[in-house]
């Protein structure tokens, strides 16, 4: 079956520092790949997403590229704000014919001080 | 467009007792979720729906039941509350064509806590 593996959080990091979060998965086939991010008190919301290899994701300053070599799509961020605390969550999805489930990580937690 | 919303936001039942908890979306979507997140588990989906008047079950669905009478509603249920059903439950609802089922939008969500 699928599945995701992130880092073990949490995360701290002083303002301004580069951010690398790790997430691995395991699939058949050609998986699209996302990252989530849930802000405190809050569901989740999509992040970036890569729907073939190779494919770069970016959103608000953060970046993620499918590596289907490595397996992995590792989430990346210059320089990051106190505002980025949060957990990321790294997901997949098979497509294929009919309803395929998404496959979650267990989430990070970023906590980002001043 | 409201996106996805979920009421109550904040509910304390004692065990034995019932409640729904009623999520809707106005973004004319196919798919629709149900999923509880705890403590160091991540999110584990208890229910979800391909269609209108369709629900398949999750991992997790012992202890809740679901309906989906119209396209824009999904509403999930306890019948007998237990405390091991403290959590925080989402909704979630996306599109069904391929990888966009993997791009869902989330409610606020609810915080469930029974005694």
């Known amino acids: 079956g699928n599945s995701v593996t992130q880092m073990e959080g949490p995360v701290t990091l002083s303002e301004e520092a580069f951010l690398t979060i790790n997430c691995t998965y395991t699939?058949?086939?050609?998986?699209?790949l996302f990252w989530y991010v849930q802000y405190p008190g809050e569901g989740l919301q999509l992040l970036l997403k890569?729907?073939?290899?190779?494919d770069k994701g970016s959103n608000k300053g953060f970046e993620a590229t499918y590596r289907k070599e490595t397996t992995s799509f590792h989430l990346e961020k210059g320089s990051v704000q106190v505002s980025d605390s949060a957990v990321y969550f790294c997901?997949?999805?098979?497509?294929?014919?009919?309803?395929?489930?998404?496959?979650f990580g267990t989430g990070t937690k970023l906590q980002v001080i001043p | 467009n409201a996106g996805v919303t979920q009421t109550p936001k904040f509910r304390v039942l004692k065990t034995g007792q019932s409640m729904t908890l009623l999520c809707a979306q106005d973004?004319?979507?196919?798919?629709m979720y149900w999923y509880r997140q705890d403590p160091g588990m991540g999110l584990r989906l208890i229910h979800y729906?391909?269609?209108?008047?369709?629900?398949a079950k999750g991992e997790v669905p012992d202890g809740y039941n679901v309906s989906r009478l119209k396209k824009q509603n999904f509403l999930l249920g306890l019948e007998s509350a237990a405390p091991s059903q403290t959590s925080v439950y989402f909704c979630?609802?996306?599109?069904?064509?391929?990888?966009?089922?993997?791009?869902?939008?989330f409610g606020p969500g609810t915080r469930l806590l029974v005694l």
């Open positions: 979630a609802s996306s599109y069904s064509k391929e990888w966009r089922a993997g791009t869902q939008y």
């Open positions: 699939a058949t086939g050609y998986p699209s």
């Open positions: 890569a729907t073939k290899a190779d």
């Open positions: 997901a997949l999805i098979n497509p294929g014919t009919g309803y395929q489930k998404v496959t």
């Open positions: 973004m004319n979507h196919e798919y």
């Open positions: 729906s391909v269609g209108e008047g369709t629900t």
